[in-house]
């Protein structure tokens, strides 16, 4: 860490220019900091910083480094380094990202690397995506140049991705039972 | 620097460190380590803040080093903030001790020390 090295003393703005930004408490975001996050509508209305127009989603900056969980019920654009799982809604793990965990999502695009495991109903494998682990997807697109170590499932959504081994209930209860569980897919089991 | 952002809806369980800045709207249960760090209205930390620059508008329950501290109306904290300058705003709800250090306590700040609750 290199935040209190000895250039600490170069005049910093801060204690004298303080009580001026004091007026305007959060939208301390400088206009012009996000390039990354495609137009998004702001989920939230109440606290957002919409003065600046920065979208309300969480960037994960290339400079930050997290170690552990992430849980969020909004976007998360991802250019740093996590180690640890990330539930989000919309996932974006951009280029220079490093990720190592489980990925959960609706939608996770792969631009980075990720180590570990994707579920998402949505995945996106950019070309500069480099995937060492399963994908458990609904609706996949891996465009070229992209790297996969892994399989590739189409179980998301499906309880426990043993959807295969299921398929042919032996009993009639055992089908009931299953169908009862799992709503969106009665013909199948039936079958 | 880039700033980082972690938005309302976002809970993070763990540690965060950047050498930038780090704007924080949602939960963070855990450390924080950055240069400039804003916790905003919205914000909610559960651990230590290490920044050189902090400002803090949310709620804090844990302890707080920064050479420079800004402590919003909005604030509320609980804990410790170990600063060298500090402004606290009024209205802000402060049950904390503020012991002030010297220069040379935040540039060898590597490790968090441990302190007495």
Redesign the interface.
Known sequence: MTMFSRNDKTPEPAPAAKPVASATPINTVPPASQSAPAPMEPRRVSAAPAAHGTPSVSVISKALKITGQLESTEDIHIEGEVDGDIRGVGVKIGHNARVKGTVYGEEVEVAGTVVGKVEARKVVIASTGHMSGDVVHQDIRIDSGAYIDGHCRPEYGKPDGKAHAIQKPATPTAATNYSSAKPAEPARSIA | ????????????????????E??V??KVQ?SL???RL?L???GEVEGDIV???A?I?GRVNGRVFA??V?V?S?ADIKGRIFHH?V?V?RGARVDARMPWRP?NF?????QIPETQP
């Open positions: 620097m880039p700033l980082s952002r972690i938005g309302s809806g976002l809970t993070v369980t763990g540690s965060l460190e950047t050498d930038g780090l704007h709207h949602g855990g380590c950055a240069d804003v905003a209205m919205d920044a050189r620059e400002r508008c050479l420079n800004t919003d909005t300058t402004e705003a220069l935040f540039e060898t700040l590597e």
